[in-house]
């Protein structure tokens, strides 16, 4: 006991020490710590949220101050229209419409799920002959109609988000959409959205040029394929599809845009499997492309980057690199030249209500280095023509740029002021 009593002594003088220090150095000590991991939040995060995803104090021209004379087309077939590939060579301009007010109810992406407003006949393939003007101002055009894919109710229909395109031959090109159908049981009953989400495939479809329906070949269906946003094609009818969100329905996906969520799912024909190819979570990765150099670019319509991917052997996406582009981007597009041609938007605001749109070329330079530059070809600060826009088709032929959106009741085209 005398020995416990003696340590106790000792430590009396250091428990002095202790005591007196003051509240206010206390203070001082903690909003010192505070201002540091502020200051570390701010460079690591909070910087880009408020600078690029929100787009504060951004400036963005006026549409007259670019070397281009732009004009709407409009149609009721051509409302919402949301991806886009152009055939340079055919002349065609293949675009994937769902009609505007059938997307602001059925997206669900957004968790807006109300099926009931989806258009009777579904989402419309439309070919669009880009040489063969109208005198109404628009161009000769039919829609690409769809044989039966399924037996269940609505099967016939399709619900288009993106799309890639391989050209089988001279004359025949094979489609992979992606399709988000409201969820069906097996006996064809329609199921609540709001638990099951969409029911997410890729529908294969092969088309004659210039006929008016086209055929399909095969349904991909799989867990992994669950809140796609595009899909790119990747050879030996493998593909990449990037999922935007982070599940298909619940609350998390609302905090996706600042903590990330997506991620890329590569699709192996040969093994029939399809598996997350990626470990990060990625925030709002879009319109997604395989480039003539075999990497994989994916738009971020969140922290204003295109990442780029490269495949490994093991089928998994090492990201290699990133072009930073100050603003969240849409979709991406490849011309004949080769350049990415890529869709801003001055804050983040996937329904397109406010924000202002920029359309991006991309070059780039030497074969196994990562060098890109960047260049501001127009944007429009009015919403003159550029509405919500999510995706830009570049002629090289003609210098025209197209230009689509998912909710956007237009497509535009862009030419060279004479």
Not at 27 to 35: C, E, G, K, L
Not at 180 to 203: C, F, H, I, M, W
Request: charged letters at 30%; glycine letters at 8%.
């Amino acid at each position: 006991m005398e020995c416990i009593r003696g340590r106790v002594r000792n430590l009396q003088p250091h428990l002095g020490r202790i005591q007196n220090i003051s509240l206010p150095s206390l203070r001082n000590v903690i909003s010192a710590i505070s201002a540091a991991t502020l200051a570390v939040l701010y460079q690591l995060w909070l910087k880009d949220v408020l600078f690029i995803t929100l787009g504060v104090g951004r400036h963005v021209q006026r549409i007259e101050s670019f070397p281009y004379k732009c004009r709407r087309i409009q149609n009721k077939q051509l409302e919402g229209c949301g991806d886009m590939w152009l055939d340079e060579k055919g002349r065609v301009l293949y675009a994937a419409c769902t009609g505007s007010n059938a997307r602001r109810n059925w997206n669900p992406s957004l968790s807006k799920l109300n099926s009931s407003r989806r258009r009777p006949q579904g989402s419309e393939l439309m070919a669009i002959y880009i040489d063969e003007p109208r005198k109404e101002g628009g161009f000769r055009m039919h829609r690409i109609q769809p044989t039966l894919y399924g037996s269940e109710s609505g099967a016939s229909h399709l619900d288009l988000l993106g799309f890639d395109t391989e050209a089988v031959d001279s004359s025949t090109l094979r489609f992979w959409l992606i399709n988000q159908r409201p969820p069906y049981d097996a006996k064809g009953k329609l199921l609540n959205a709001r638990e099951y989400g969409a029911n997410s495939t890729v529908e294969v479809y092969e088309y004659r040029k210039r006929d008016k329906k086209m055929k399909h070949v095969k349904t991909v269906a799989d867990r992994a394929i669950y809140s796609p946003a595009n899909i790119a094609l990747m050879g030996a009818d493998n593909f990449v599809i990037s999922n935007d969100r982070s599940s298909k329905v619940g609350f998390r996906k609302k905090l996706d845009p600042l903590l990330g969520g997506g991620n890329l799912v590569y699709c192996n024909d040969f093994d029939r499997i399809c598996k997350i190819a990626t470990t990060a979570k990625l925030r709002i990765p879009g319109g997604l492309l395989r480039g003539k150099d075999d990497r994989v670019y994916v738009p971020s319509g969140a922290d204003g980057g295109i990442h780029v991917f490269e495949l490994q052997e093991s089928d998994i996406f090492k990201h290699a690199h990133v072009v930073k582009m100050g603003m969240p981007i849409h979709n991406l597009g490849l011309d004949s030249k080769e350049d990415l041609w890529a869709v801003g938007s001055s804050e983040y605001d996937p329904t397109g209500k406010k924000a202002k749109n920029t359309i991006f070329r991309v070059e780039r330079f030497l074969e196994r280095r990562y060098r890109y530059v960047t260049t501001k070809i127009i944007e429009d600060a009015e919403r003159k023509f550029f509405r919500g826009a999510t995706v830009a088709r570049h002629d090289v032929k003609t210098k025209r740029i197209f230009v689509g959106g998912l909710e956007t009741p237009f497509i535009s085209m862009c030419e060279p002021k004479s």
